[in-house]
């Protein structure tokens, strides 16, 4: 099965130093699932450094029933929500699925996240089964027979705590240096080019996001919102319900991916920190007082963005069926967002199928009444913040009209 | 430039330190032994202190009534226990003596799993119920001496948190006591007698605690609590009374080892269908879990963490010798506490070996329910043969959970004879439960017995022997009597074991 990797996305850049072993033949099987959604830019970064090449980097497919069944199916241990579950469909993908073989298959164990909101929050953890899913997953593989020996693949699952550097080279080089015979100071040397690389992939996307925005200030258009986790980005996960929302003409705009520039951030919460409200930007204490989990704390960081940017008129909010992580969050994310009028819609409970019929209606609704309210709520939700607009340096509107892509809208 | 009403959490109204005198603080989570002794340890402060009622079945429906689906059984019954005592307390003594009487303690903040997110589900029950001003602290499990809480009414210092985690360990330590002796028991509803007046006594020993938690010097709080008789010598005390009671451990049974999430295999009663008195009842001697495990595993993890991060992490050598003298002073504790009940109440399992049992299923460092210690319980259990079936308990919809009790898929792989019963708990799906649990617990019936009657081909002894030697001497049938563990896992099998090797002089 031939693998499409999306270049915006999942595209690959070549380390500048030349790496000390010849690793270049190495096939590196990477599943594509939860928090590789957002840290893929580190791995390639991370593993191009090391000198393999970037096209022996082999992400697996987006999640799909089809692959579930052909490869993951009779290997599941326990059920659970379905992002964790698909797992085994990826790996076995990797496994059986490919032309030519990989050599590893590359599965992290993601204990934290390097959110833009640390050291503003408690923590930034990631949820306990996107931490322990691969323990989960490759115990389906191991329980009656060693798949990965029998295919000749060696099973490496890093346990990394992404949102702290420091501890990152010693974790890497602690569980890949006989694997891939590493040495320490390569391993540092790669973990800095792995966050290079994510950093300046977040970065562009954050100034794309930035553009979309300013669109839609100076035209006066309202955009949508997406809060999710990263992996609701997953065609398979998410079902795509933004992308049919875009059809109708509406920029989406990621959580993941607001631009966080200085400017920005002062116009909306500038008025709150002054007012000895909040302690910054990206102080969320004021409505989520345990905020330990990265996903969860940029999903109510978003949700109060969401109720003060005037041209988020809308927020449609995805969850994964029997997720406990979103499950405390509903109402307060709910509140935030309505707290000022604007729109808000609730896809809960996505599991494997896509409810096409239901998808279709709901996305209707949600475009009648953003074309109905969205003008009301931008008046009404500017009014609220002070001039000059950091989105508008021109009195001028800009006449531009600019219509995101299908791929990099995926990535919004 | 207009105004505008954002959203805002949940932030209590402070407790004040004059208000100590008159507002009860309400906590709840754990078995009635331990809370009666964590109220002895608050009256000792001078604080007024009250347990919510034990966990009923309707208390799962108040919960879901209030809070967002999808939430985990342990929030839902808690968060439920919570709503039906403030509704039947503004029934009885309206509203605004409610929010002005009571205030709430829970445990929380502990990280990733929706432990950490609790108050959310309380707030919002609080919020449902029309009670957004009754006040609701968390505790942080990881920390002893946090300060005052808002407002000063809640100190949580040293003197407080010592003794909440020696009334623990005392509660633990008579729970063993408890599960050990009933099935045993010659005369029905003894044990259950001696337990009440143990505990009754023990709390008074907490309440007159000589310390009084004025304001001292925190090594002398915690060298008194460290070097001081006051607590062995209730105990001794309280050894006596367990002395009454006859046992005939000639009944054999399976050992059920509880594990699972933390609440869940800790409770005793509806939240967990009653899981350990029904194992009883079926026939069985139950091992159940102490809390005391968890507060080692909390102790013991940062140490990992710090050896792992020794060179970034500033005076690293120091926190880990810190708290490797506090693990010490944790186990002496404990030990001390059996030791003053005969030796009888199990050890705890060595926070190392359980890692390392664990460790080809399940990192050490991953976070949320018991962590590795899911695993790695059920193989020392297995390994040491100290049970003969592990029942893990679940709840519906826990995160952390589902993703150890997949990794003991490749366990069970390795060691198919083990008997596992992973039993989800719903709240509302009991009957699915017991019978789940009743097949494995049959075959752990057989392994007993044909444990017992290898003891007994082995040694060569009867019953009738064995009768005839208690007959001669009745210390044997006390509860207080110690049987060592000779490699069976069952309690009648040691005993044959044991009669044969210590009182060969009498059997002849
Ligand atoms: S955050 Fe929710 S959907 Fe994602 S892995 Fe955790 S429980 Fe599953
Ligand atoms: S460990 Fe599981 S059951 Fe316990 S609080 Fe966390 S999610 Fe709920």
Known sequence: MPIPISLTWFGKKRSAAPPPKDRSRLRVGIPKVLNIWSTHQFWVGFLTALGIAPENIIFSSDTSEEQYREFGKGRGTVDCCYPVKCISGHYGELLFGLKKKIDILLSPMIYSLPSFLRGHVLDTLTCTRVMAGPENIKAGFLKERDVFAENGVIYASPFVSLGEPAVVPDQLYEALKDILQLDYEETERAVEAGYRALEAFNQKMRQHSREVLTWCARNDRPCVFVLARPYHMDPGIGHEIEASIQAHGFPILWVQYFPLDDDLMDWLFGQEIRAGRIRSPFDISDVWPSSYSSNTNEILWGAKVAARCPWITCVIRFSSYECGMDQPTYTPTQKIVEATGTLFFKFGDLDATKPAGSIKIRVETIVHYVEKYSPEIIRRKRAWLPDPCPLLPSPEPVTQTLEPETDVARAF | ?508
């Not at chain 2, 002895?40 to 347990?51: D, E, F, I, K, V």
């Not at chain 2, 429906?61 to 967002?68: N, P, Q, V």
């Not at chain 2, 109440?345 to 949320?368: C, M, T, V, W």
Request: hydrophobic share 40%.
């Open chain 2, 1 to 508: 430039m207009q105004a505008v009403a954002h959203y805002t959490a949940y932030k209590p109204r402070p407790f004040t330190r004059e208000e100590r005198q008159h507002v009860t603080i309400l906590f709840g989570g754990l078995t009635w032994k331990h809370e009666r002794l964590i109220q002895a340890t608050m009256h000792n402060l001078g604080y007024n202190a009250q347990p919510l009622p034990n966990i009923r079945r309707s208390d799962l429906d108040a919960g879901k009534e209030l809070i967002d689906v999808g939430a985990c059984c342990p929030t839902i019954f808690t968060t439920g226990n919570l709503v039906n005592f403030l509704k039947s307390e503004v029934a009885r003594r309206g509203r605004d003596e409610v929010v002005n009487k009571y205030v709430f303690l829970t445990a929380g903040a502990c990280g990733p799993c929706r432990f950490g997110q609790y108050h959310e589900s309380y707030t919002m029950a609080l919020d449902g119920l029309g009670l957004r001003d009754f006040r609701l602290f968390l505790l942080a499990q990881n920390q002893l001496d946090q300060g005052a809480a808002a407002g000063g009414g809640l100190e949580i210092n040293l003197a407080l948190s010592l003794g909440l985690v020696w009334a623990i360990l005392c509660a633990d330590v008579l729970t063993d006591m408890e599960y050990l002796t009933r099935p045993y028991e010659v005369v029905p509803g003894q044990t259950e007698e001696v337990l009440r007046e143990s505990i009754e006594e023990l709390y008074e020993v907490f309440r007159n605690r000589p310390i009084q938690g004025r304001e001292g010097n925190k090594w002398k709080i915690l060298g008194w609590h460290y070097l001081t008789d006051y607590f062995t010598d209730a105990l001794e005390r309280v050894r006596k009374k367990w002395e009454a009671i006859e046992v005939d451990r000639l009944r054999v049974k399976p050992k059920v080892k509880i594990t699972g999430e933390f609440w869940l295999q800790t409770h005793e009663g509806e939240g967990n269908y009653n899981m350990k008195r029904w194992l009883e009842q079926e026939g069985a001697e139950v091992i159940p879990p102490p809390v005391a495990v968890w507060l080692d595993y909390l102790l013991h993890s940062p140490i990992l963490k710090l050896e792992k991060r020794r060179r970034h992490e500033r005076r690293a050598r120091l926190k880990i010798a810190i708290i490797r003298a506090l693990e010490h002073i944790f186990h002496r504790t404990y030990n001390r506490f059996r030791q003053a009940l005969g030796g009888l109440p199990y050890e705890l399992p060595d926070q190392e070996e359980l890692k390392r049992l664990a460790d080809p299923y399940y990192h050490y460092e991953l976070r949320g329910g018991e962590g590795h210690m899911l695993v790695g319980k059920a193989l020392y259990a297995y390994l040491h043969k100290k049970a003969h079936m592990i029942c893990e308990l679940s709840p519906y919809s826990c995160m952390p959970n589902t993703m150890s009790i997949g990794a003991m898929a490749q366990v069970q792989g390795k060691y198919p004879d083990m008997l596992y019963a992973p039993i989800e708990v719903k709240g509302d799906a009991e009957i699915h439960a017991l019978s789940r649990c009743q097949m494995i617990l049959t075959e752990a019936k057989k392994r007993a017995q044909q444990e017992f009657e290898q003891a007994l081909a082995e040694t060569g002894l009867t019953v009738e022997a064995i009768r005839a030697v208690e007959a001669r001497h009745p210390e044997l049938t006390r509860s207080t009597y110690r049987i060592p563990h000779y490699g069976y896992a069952g309690t009648a099998a040691n005993y044959v074991v044991h009669i044969a090797r210590k009182w060969r002089r009498a059997l002849a």
